[in-house]
């Protein structure tokens, strides 16, 4: 039988990767983001059809949810990967760019878990893939408020897998770490202040070192695989590492002492 996936964020990287890739193993896919009439790649797909979506207007999400289930009559999962991240010292974060990055990684993320969950409650099964990532788990400095975002899907997703299992419904938390994508270009947002200078050696020094790691990352196609495994292992395990297996699990070996030392030795 069919099966349907729901994907945000799929004008690039991993999300990009992830319908490309369900599609090519036999699934239909509603590719949603933010401006389908730039994407012209997966528009001329078979089984793929682009819905706009924006994470932070729920009536965006209404309508390509019920656009997807007109379109494929059903849907089985959805990855909620929408995201990017804002950097740069927690000091001289303006507060619009603190709440854009909380609308956009939280609160949108559970706009779409709110929209989809009467539906996979009444279906009785459902699965929700959550891209988190590495930075939910460990943190490196510059990045406070993007890994304040991703430990907040961490808790969420986490509780929420015991409060949807009586429904059949599956919960997946996906930590990739880094990969080559739009996130260290176009999409990253940056904190700075007028006369706020103290930082500027600081974070001359580190955000190349981000850059090159972003460089030298592999592509979104590696997470797509990791997804794609999430989704179909017919399990109840809720986190997948993606190029982030060895520090996960020195996070898990360590005394935090012990791993803060590796983090400011490893940059
Ligand atoms: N790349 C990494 O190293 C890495 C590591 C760990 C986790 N992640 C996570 O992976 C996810 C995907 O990122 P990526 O690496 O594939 O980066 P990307 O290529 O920049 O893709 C980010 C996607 O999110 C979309 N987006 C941003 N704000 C949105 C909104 N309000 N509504 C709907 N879509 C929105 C972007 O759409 P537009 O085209 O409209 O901007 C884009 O499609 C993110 O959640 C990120 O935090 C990435």
Redesign the pocket.
Known sequence: MDKVILV?????????ETVKLFQTKGWKVAA????PE?SEDLSRIVDVECFR????EPDSIRSAIDGALEKFGQIDAIVN?????LVGPFEAAASEQIERQF???VF?LMNVCREILPYFRERGRGTIVN?????GRITFPLYSL?HAT?WAVEGFSESLQHELRPFNIKVKII?????????????MDFTSKEGLDAYNDYVGNLIPKYEKA?KN?PD?SL?AEVIYNAVCDGSWKLRYAANSKLVLTLRKILPDAAFGWLIRRAI
């Open positions: 945000t964020g799929a004008s690039s990287g991993i999300g990009n949603t983001m933010r401006t730039k979506l924006d994470v932070t990967n929408a995201g990017y991240a609308r956009t990684n949108g891209v988190a990532s590495l930075g993007y991703k930590e990739p770490g880094p990969i080559k994508t739009d996130f260290y270009e176009r999409s972003g990352a979104g997470v």
